[in-house]
């Protein structure tokens, strides 16, 4: 059977879709439930639970347990003085020109943390500053995350769908990704594209396109009223 997959990773909850050329079908990708929280936790063993799966292991996890504090060096940021700081700061006038120093980060964390939970990655994909997370003893990349997401629910569909060959992979993703600065939008935007195309790769997905969100259900609207003409149709995108 050849057909077509939609899957959309959202910032708080993902699904799939299934198009077999006639009707579209939701896979059961949680309880019954066609949404699974965009939620992995990972314990000390390096073991994922995701959805409300990995939000009731992270909750029972931390249940009545003692929490230790250590000092932990997390690094060393570069700060830039420019021309107007030093003439605000010398009073005599004399203006010695830009420099840079290095600031050592610390901060106290919790070394009896028995997991970690992934939420909300999807907004991260855009900022150039995070590239990975610390866990425990590794770092580990934005898209190996969000790759990890993808493949659980890819396994979902290929439970239900044991006879589906490898599909074209069809990618809901926002207008704008988040960014911090709106002059940097279109890097942020390619960043993020970027990642989710390194993702979808690691989750072993060859084949793939992009479709905005806000087009996404005027697509699927047209094709539930195909018997109509001269529509005109406004889509409103509540992100």
């Known amino acids: 059977m050849r057909a077509a997959l939609g899957i959309d990773f959202g910032t708080t909850n993902s699904t799939l879709c299934f198009f077999d050329g006639t009707e579209y ?40 347990r003692q929490i230790k ?36 980060v610390t901060a106290f964390t919790d070394q009896n943390l028995p997991g970690f939970l992934f939420a909300s990655t999807k907004r991260l994909l855009g900022q150039s500053t995070i590239d990975s997370v610390k866990l425990f003893e590794k770092r580990i990349k934005l898209e190996a995350v969000v790759s990890s997401m993808i493949r659980n629910i890819r396994e979902k569909a290929r439970k239900k769908y044991p006879n589906l060959s490898t599909p074209h992979i069809c990618v809901g993703r ?42 996404a259900p005027v697509l699927s609207h047209i094709h539930d009223t195909r018997e109509k003409v001269h529509q005109d149709i406004f889509v409103l995108d509540f992100g």
Do not use: W
């Open 25 to 64: 079908h939701y896979a059961n990708l949680e309880d019954g439930k066609q949404t699974i929280p965009s939620l992995m936790y990972v314990d000390r063993q390096y073991y994922p639970t995701y959805g409300e799966s990995a939000r009731k292991r992270f909750l029972s996890d931390n249940l009545n």
């Open 69 to 104: 504090l250590e000092k932990t060096d997390l690094g060393y940021i570069e700060i830039a003085l420019g021309d107007n700081a030093y003439e605000s700061l010398d009073h005599t006038g004399f203006n010695p020109g830009p420099t840079t120093y290095d600031a050592k």
């Open 174 to 215: 926002p207008v704008n990704y988040e960014c911090t600065s709106e002059h940097k939008q279109d890097m942020c935007n390619s960043l993020a594209v970027e990642r989710m195309n390194k993702a979808l790769t690691y989750s072993e997905i060859r084949e793939y396109s992009y479709f905005l969100e806000p087009i």
